[in-house]
């Protein structure tokens, strides 16, 4: 079983003409655990890990597995599996003839074909022709010639994307597989609701910057405590809170109040003359956590 090595960004800054994609970002990935890789669309998941294999030049940076970057690997192919963009097959080869030219040119032996096609439950497709494929089934195919190599290292954008429920379910329990046995996973996702109950950590980009990098859970205590407070008279609500030095923003729920205490402004509330209509602590999930640190807006 190959060992699996970080991930190591450091500094990586790219612009494409007046856009700057990534914007000096370091953040490393240990093995052992799937890392999710998230931020919303556009922002700089793909052209990272396009940078870190080796397919488009940061402006500054550098980006390695281990320290060495993918084009300076002696076998690239043993050491990383990629699968960046949704993996395109000539329908009408077979799942086993498609690897074999593959694992012909890598030099590697045919009898991982089988253990790799066996690894992601495509053992009975093997000889059908790709064309009769359903999309989770190319999934996996995808997912088949990355581990070809038997790579310490997976780098996989948005994996889940276009997955029906069961290929959802079937990714979660692999991805967290592969990670037991010793490798490295990173896998992108724009979607936290997507990966979470399959990632242990999570690194989330917004506009190009690193804005969050831990384990799974501490999302749930990044977020900055809040309370929801709503009442008939939202002016009348907000100029009190205005009034007493309190920020705030509108939500569809009611004002949502940079404060940890619902009795302090409750109290407020009462010395103002204002009614209130509901009054609570803000539940912040996980998504929520995300969305506000990536400035998605409110989900409540
Ligand atoms: N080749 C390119 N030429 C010009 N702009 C680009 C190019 N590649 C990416 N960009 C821009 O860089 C920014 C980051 O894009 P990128 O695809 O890396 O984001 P992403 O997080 O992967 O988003 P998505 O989930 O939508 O793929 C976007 O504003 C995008 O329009």
Redesign the pocket.
């Known amino acids: 079983m190959p060992i699996g090595v970080s991930i190591e960004f450091s500094g990586v800054t790219k612009s ?2 007046p ?1 700057t ?1 990534v914007d000096d970002l370091s953040f490393t990935v240990e093995p052992g655990r799937v890392t999710g890789f998230l ?10 890990l396009r940078i870190l294999l080796g397919l488009v030049r940061p402006a500054s940076g550098t980006a390695t597995f281990g320290g060495i970057s993918y084009r300076e690997l002696p076998h690239p192919l043993t050491t990383v599996g990629a699968a960046l963009e949704a993996a395109s097959f000539h329908p009408g080869r077979t799942a086993r003839n498609h690897l074999a030219v593959y694992a012909t040119a890598a030099g590697i032996e045919r009898e991982r074909i089988d253990a790799v096609l066996r690894k992601v439950g495509l053992s009975g497709y093997a000889d059908r022709r790709v064309g009769g494929y359903s999309l989770g089934m190319r999934q996996r195919l995808g997912l088949a010639f990355t581990l070809l190599g038997d790579p310490g290292v997976l780098v996989l954008d ?1 994996p889940i994307n276009g997955l029906d429920p069961e290929g959802i379910k079937w990714i979660r329990g692999f991805l967290r597989e592969l990670a037991a046995e010793g490798r490295t996973v990173l896998v ?1 996702s ?1 979607l936290l609701s997507e990966v979470q109950q399959s990632v242990d950590e999570v690194v989330i980009i917004a506009k ?1 910057s690193l804005v969050h990098r831990g384990a799974l859970s501490s999302l749930d205590t990044d977020a900055a405590p809040r309370v929801v407070v709503d009442s008939p008279d939202r002016d009348a609500l907000a100029a009190a809170l205005t009034a007493a030095g309190l920020g705030f923003s509108t939500a569809r729920t009611g004002l949502l109040v940079a404060e940890s205490d619902p009795g302090r402004i409750g109290h407020l509330a009462f010395a103002a003359g204002v009614e209130l209509s509901s009054l609570h602590r803000q539940k912040t999930g996980l998504e929520d956590s995300f969305l506000a640190l990536v400035g998605g807006g409110d989900s409540l």
């Open positions: 494409f003409g856009v994609a931020g919303p669309n556009g922002a700089g998941k793909t052209t990272s948005e992108s724009h190009g």
